[in-house]
């Protein structure tokens, strides 16, 4: 009887107990980890909603190198004028709109009608300008301004240096400011000027007649103002251009308008190549915590083989979230990956602490990833790297989190702009291309990453969960 009664006693403590054990072998569980990914703010404006309106600076050259540009009256040249004129006039706010005869010591205003005779051979030889093209950057007008400029590019002495230095000083310092660049291929039937790199002048007779496009002369529109409006007018151009947007090409500098969103974690460059020491698991358990997450979060999951220490590398393709295809991607040589954010899980607390800074613990997380070999794709918007995990700086078997921000103070370049252009006596009776055109854009890029260096774009944003054994 007693030992019946000491067993039924006995069944609860040891139930209790069990329960005990079981509850205390439960880890930690997280189904709500994220990667709290910010927003960027640049997107491109809508053809449906037009920006506010701001006065309007158009400016043609005048110089004797832009008469061949009218060739049989009806050139790509001469359409584009029309359409610039079509495009920039504003009917209930017609003082908005100034325009300018450019190319001598000052510019010249001049009314609308007198724009339009551009079309004809009397504007060019009524008097004879030089091409001082840095002339016609001059301060703004109160309130901001959009100008446009419509030449060759053929600058005194070939000293494009002087005109980005005023496009600098009048633009591109403004908050919100871009600079751009339309490239046209157009008919052409007359003297193409060359200034050498030793100030060497040369000029040669040049006509397109019977050739294809792509030996067309080159001319182009370069605008200057705030990003939202070049853009805007630009698509506006494209959309009503039509065929005369065709063979174009098109480039915009903007310090600060280059993604519309950030990326994640993306895929593995090469996804069925066996990665040694590791693991990609769904979820991640170590008996103390847990990682289990949606599908949704973008949250790369890694598990590091027991006693594995020799370094590990991934290599992974992420998007790159440039905000439209006119945009500069981030060059190569100016990204950085800086980790904003490490974690471990802490045993007294039961939660995934950072540590406090000049710790031990946080000097060896922030060695114990590293990043290298980025590879932009612009063709495919795709960026290749590679990630490099070192266990022997990861303090103990645990898990940690990493959050990773990739940023750039530095701007890419375009194939175009090589392909358009020549140098010295190269350019020699070829009309197809423009002298010293890479100068002036390369000049354009370095002014851009100068303003960018202290104010560097956050283009993505990567989270890692590893699990070490």
Request: contains cysteine; aromatic residues 10%.
């Amino acid at each position: 009887m007693n030992s019946t009664k000491t067993i039924v006693w006995k069944i609860p403590v040891l139930l209790f107990m069990l329960i005990g054990v079981t509850t205390a072998c439960i880890p930690k569980t997280y189904n709500d980890l994220s990667c709290d990914v910010p927003s960027a703010a640049g997107q491109s404006p809508s053809l449906d909603t037009p920006p506010e309106q701001i006065n309007i600076s158009l400016n043609i050259d005048g110089s004797e190198s832009m008469p061949g540009y009218l060739a049989n009256g009806g050139s790509r040249y001469v359409k584009t004028i029309e359409l610039l004129e079509r495009t920039f006039f504003i009917s209930n706010s017609p003082d908005l709109v100034k325009y300018y005869r450019v190319g001598g010591p000052e510019k010249q205003n001049i009314d609308r009608s007198k724009f339009l005779e551009a079309k004809t051979e009397i504007f060019y030889r009524e008097d004879r300008v030089t091409s001082n093209l840095a002339g016609t950057i001059i301060p703004q007008r109160e309130g901001k301004e959009l100008l446009v400029l419509i030449s060759d590019l053929y600058q005194n002495q070939g000293d494009v240096t002087a005109l980005n230095q005023k496009i600098r000083e009048h633009y591109l310092n403004k908050e919100g400011y871009a600079a751009a660049i339309l490239a046209i291929r157009s008919e052409f039937n007359g003297t193409v000027y060359v200034v050498g790199s030793n100030r060497e002048d040369f000029n040669f007779l040049y006509n397109t007649e019977g050739k294809a496009i792509e030996e067309f002369r080159p001319f182009y529109v370069v605008f200057l103002g705030p990003y939202e409006h070049i853009l805007y007018y630009f698509n506006k151009l494209k959309r009503d251009g039509g065929e005369l947007m065709k063979n174009s090409e098109f480039t915009i500098f903007s310090p600060s308008n280059i993604v519309n969103d950030l990326s994640v974690i993306g895929e593995l460059t090469n996804p069925d190549k066996a990665i040694p020491g590791l693991r990609r698991p769904f979820s991640l358990n170590n008996g103390k915590v847990a990682i289990e997450l949606p599908t949704s979060q973008p949250i790369e999951l890694l598990e590091i083989n027991r006693n594995f220490q020799e370094e590990i590398a991934i290599n992974y393709k992420v998007s790159l979230p440039i905000l439209n295809q006119y945009t500069l991607p981030p060059s190569a040589n100016s990204i950085q990956a800086k980790i904003s954010e490490s974690k471990f899980f802490d045993e007294s607390t039961k939660e995934l602490i950072s540590p406090s800074k000049e710790s031990t613990i946080s000097t060896k997380l922030s060695k114990s990833m590293q990043f290298s070999d980025w590879k932009p794709d612009e063709k495919n918007r795709e960026l290749s790297f590679k990630t490099t995990i070192k266990p022997s700086e990861l303090p103990q078997p645990n898990i940690y989190f990493f959050q990773v921000d990739l940023i750039a103070n530095g701007l890419g370049e375009q194939d175009w702009w090589q392909n358009w252009n020549c140098e010295d006596r190269a350019c020699e009776n070829d009309g197809s291309k423009t002298h010293n055109l890479e100068h002036f854009l390369l000049g354009l890029k370095s002014i851009t990453t100068d303003l960018m260096e202290n104010n560097p774009i956050k283009f993505a944003r990567l989270c890692y969960a590893i699990q070490k054994n």
